[in-house]
């Protein structure tokens, strides 16, 4: 039993999950709703200024806007619900003590669930943004990428800013990773490991705004998750860009212990 359980199994009966299904459809239709919204939502003067008008300059802006409007939500519950839901809903069907009595090792069965979690996350994040370009290039065209102080980027430039943009949410969200898989092994209730990483986020988010904490807003888990806007300046800004990796790998190495030390020591009942 051991030998099967391996990361294309779990990989393969995740797939088969309803909630997957969802999720990517929903990733998939976000950006088609988006840009009916600006057609049918907004007037020409609305979208040619602002926010709106650098989305609609081209494609990779398009995509680029996805991203942001989708890090301090979205993303957030797409990589809580795989990585909180994996191993509390196999406690709350009752089917993880069979599996550790197969015998599978913990250290095997979660490496595992966390390997596929992330993997499922991260695919995600990268199909919202293919999606998303191709559905601009459809609406908007492909037209040279506009940063937010008004410069030109060559177009075939555009996807490797988009690609950082993604890959940099893709390490921040490793915090949110962390405390949904430390939650998951720690209830036998799949809403309560997802709920409770989002809550963890949207917390950070409003302490976030709160000017008075001064620098210790650096501190909290989801400070550095728009760092990547440093991708639309001219020249490109970096430095929040690695101060919120560090924060996020640091964060993600607490909590994943964490949930390696209380799994290994959890009495496994159900």
């Known amino acids: 039993m051991t030998r099967v359980f391996r990361v294309r199994t779990e990989l393969r009966r995740q797939l088969r999950r309803p909630r997957t299904a969802w999720t990517f459809g929903l990733v998939v239709l976000l950006p088609v709703i988006a840009v009916l919204a600006f057609e049918f939502g907004t007037d020409r003067q609305t979208r040619s200024t602002g926010l709106i008008g650098l989305a609609t300059a081209s494609a990779a802006n398009f995509a680029v806007f996805m991203v942001l ?127 409770g990483a989002v809550m963890v986020a949207v917390l950070s988010g409003i302490l976030d705004q709160i000017t008075a904490l001064g620098r210790l807003r650096s501190l909290l888990p989801m400070h550095y998750e728009t760092a990547f806007l440093g991708l639309l300046s001219s020249p490109v800004q970096t430095d929040d860009m690695v101060r919120g990796t560090i924060s996020a790998v640091a964060y993600a190495v607490v909590f994943l212990s964490l949930a390696w030390w209380r799994f290994h020591r959890k009495d496994i009942t159900s």
Do not use: E, H
Request: with cysteine; charged share 10%; proline share 4%.
């Open 69 to 195: 409007v989708s890090a301090s939500f979205l993303f957030v519950v797409i990589v809580a619900l795989f990585c909180g839901d994996t191993v509390a809903a196999d406690a709350a069907a009752g089917s993880l003590r069979y599996l550790l009595a197969a015998p599978v090792p913990r250290s095997r069965l979660l490496t595992v669930k966390l390997v596929v979690g992330l993997l499922l996350s991260l695919v995600a994040l990268v199909v919202l943004g293919l999606v998303s370009l191709a559905v601009g290039a459809i609406a908007f065209g492909w037209q040279p990428f506009q940063t937010l102080s008004g410069d030109d980027v060559a177009a075939w430039a555009a996807p490797l800013r988009l690609a950082g943009s993604i890959g940099y949410c893709a390490i921040v969200l490793l915090t949110t990773a962390g405390i949904a898989f430390f939650l998951s092994v720690s209830t036998d209730a799949p809403l309560g490991a997802v709920g």
